[in-house]
């Protein structure tokens, strides 16, 4: 999941590069920025995946005691 975490993070820094590189501003601004896109969007994006990781747990730990306890015949 970090890899893919990375990978998108990345594209975005790429396409933040062109984006900015479109308005004319200077080198140090451009990858300034592109850093600061790329940094908000990779921590945001690994934020989501561990919620989104910890809910699927979460739920199969539950649907496992469930089964657990069906087959105990209680």
Same mark, same amino acid.
């Given at each position: 999941? /970090?890899? &893919?975490?990375? /990978?998108? @993070? ?5 396409? #933040?590069? &062109? =984006? =900015? !590189?479109?308005? /004319?501003? !200077?080198? &140090?601004? $451009?990858?300034v920025r592109s850093f600061?896109?790329? $940094?908000?969007?990779? #921590?945001?994006?690994? $934020? ?6 910890? !809910?699927? /747990?979460?739920? #199969? =730990?539950?649907?496992?005691n469930d089964f657990s306890e069906n087959l @105990?015949?209680?």
């Amino acid at each position: 999941m /970090n890899k &893919i975490v990375m /990978n998108v @993070g990345m594209l975005f820094f790429f396409l #933040s590069v &062109i =984006f =900015f !590189s479109q308005m /004319n501003l !200077s080198l &140090i601004d $451009i990858l300034v920025r592109s850093f600061a896109v790329f $940094i908000f969007l990779t #921590s945001m994006l690994g $934020i989501l995946a561990l919620v989104f990781i910890r !809910s699927i /747990n979460k739920k #199969s =730990f539950a649907k496992g005691n469930d089964f657990s306890e069906n087959l @105990g015949g209680k």
